[in-house]
């Protein structure tokens, strides 16, 4: 369910202005007598943007504010233009007492599964911030693990990206499904490769990720090998647990071409060593030593002639 974004209003943008200004400045007293004097006293009102008094307290971290204006009963679900409500507002910019005043008021229609327009829900947010806190209070309050954005990413992945291994931990332990993948068919398992970080691989494939999951793009293999920061552990994790050495990518490379592509020494290596076929060949007929050498890539060369 997503939170309602109100109608535009009509009021002068200036006024709106005005008021935010003094929400910012943290004048409790002139915020209130403003809506009092602008607005009627109604704390819901929205300028065109669907932008309240409440989220600019909550984006500011205006505490007292934010509890001034849950007294007058603020709509806490009410959302801008973007879909996000007080409570993603808050959690985007790391205002914890502010989530703990929204969580605590159960009995003010707070749906915490919640979604904005590009589908992100309050704990999806909050692991792509790497808030460790704000995710086990959700997780808490039975939120769904397994929500997804409009591009499929759950809040597992986007931990999982963002190399947070006690977030991703948390989601699993409360259920977070480690076969949903993105659009794209990208598991948690594959940033987790392309990041070639090591314990956050032990953990999804202890977790029964599956490693033989291809993607649009390739294997998880692949994105190892093409990782900014290469580790060969991350090669011998995958292929231990059943990540194929030699599935040939939509574009018609095995990992041991694209590692040689990357002029990765020890990817090619760690493959090798694997027993990688370094005798396939790609769609233009060439093999990994084909590839190193029309790159004169010598030590790949070598190792690639020396090859079983």
């Known amino acids: 369910m997503e939170g309602l974004v109100p109608a535009p209003k009509s009021e002068d943008a200036g006024i709106f202005q005005k008021l935010f200004g003094l929400i910012d400045s943290g004048d409790q007293a002139a915020v209130l007598e403003s809506l009092d004097q602008q607005f009627g006293g109604d704390p819901n009102v929205a300028d065109e943007a669907g932008t309240t008094p409440l989220l600019v307290a909550a984006k500011e ?18 959302a801008d ?7 993603m507002v808050a959690i985007a910019q790391g205002h914890m007492e502010i989530v703990n005043n929204f969580m605590a008021a159960d009995d003010r229609g707070m749906d915490l599964d919640a979604s904005n327009k590009i589908g992100q829900t309050p704990l999806i947010k909050a692991a792509k911030k790497a808030n460790i806190e704000c ?3 959700l997780l808490a309050a039975k939120c769904n693990p397994n929500g997804k954005t409009k591009d499929g990413k759950t809040a597992l992945i986007q931990a999982v990206e963002i190399n947070s291994l006690e977030s991703a931990t948390e989601l699993l332990k409360a259920g977070a499904d480690i076969s949903l993948a993105d659009d794209l068919g990208f598991t948690a398992l594959f940033p987790a490769a392309f990041r070639c970080n090591v314990p956050m691989l032990e953990l999804l494939l202890s977790s029964k990720a599956n490693a033989a999951a291809k993607a649009k793009p390739g294997t998880a293999l692949m994105m190892a090998v093409e990782a900014p920061s290469f580790k060969p552990d991350a090669v011998k994790l995958l292929v231990e647990h059943g ?3 030699d599935e040939v990518s939509a574009d018609g490379d095995t990992a041991l071409m694209k590692a040689v592509e990357e002029n990765n020494t020890d990817g090619v290596a760690a493959l090798l060593a694997a027993r990688a076929d370094s005798t396939k060949k790609n769609q233009e ?5 084909d590839l190193a050498k029309e790159r004169g890539l010598k030590a790949l060369e070598e190792l690639l002639a020396g090859a079983p």
């Open 81 to 87: 233009v973007d879909g996000d409500n007080p409570l």
């Open 61 to 78: 971290g205006k505490v007292e504010i934010v509890q001034a204006l849950m007294e007058k009963k603020a709509d806490l679900m009410m």
């Open 135 to 137: 995710v086990k209070m």
């Open 243 to 245: 990540c194929p050495l």
């Open 285 to 289: 007929g060439k093999t990994a030593l």
